[in-house]
């Protein structure tokens, strides 16, 4: 089992930054490709970004790319989303994943944590 807690969310004017992050405890953090998720209200969960095991390869939704960047520190078993030049659009509850494999479908993952609000607005 692994246990994910994210933290950081809030409230911010569109154009500010947001630095969420999501600590892992259970199996060893750098066994696992990590991953975030959004999903605003009424809507489906979407892909955001996730990071290799070693935090060598990244891949993100082309509809935060060049705004957000994923990463993660594998000494503390916390992977980071710094999210820039926020959008209302991007306002939803921002979840963590892992996965044993670096993925970008949901289906794919594992375990979750409880997610954490981002509201942004105009």
């Known amino acids: 089992q692994v246990q994910l807690v994210e933290s950081g969310g809030g409230l911010v004017q569109a154009g500010g930054s947001l630095r969420l992050s999501c600590a892992a405890s259970?199996?060893?953090?750098?066994?696992?490709?990590m991953g975030w998720f959004r999903q605003a209200s009424g809507k489906e969960r979407e892909f955001v970004a996730a990071?290799?095991?070693?935090?060598?390869?990244?891949y993100y939704a082309d509809s935060v790319k060049g705004r957000f960047t994923i990463s993660r520190d594998n000494a503390k078993n916390t992977v980071y989303l710094q999210m820039n030049s926020l959008e209302p659009e991007d306002t939803a509850v921002y979840f963590c994943?892992?996965?044993?494999?670096?993925?970008?479908?949901?289906?794919?993952?594992?375990?979750w944590g409880q997610g954490t609000q981002v509201t942004v607005s105009s």
């Open positions: 990071i290799s095991k070693s935090g060598r390869r990244t």
């Open positions: 994943a892992a996965s044993g494999i670096f993925e970008r479908l949901s289906a794919k993952y594992d375990y």
């Open positions: 259970g199996r060893t953090f750098v066994g696992y490709a």
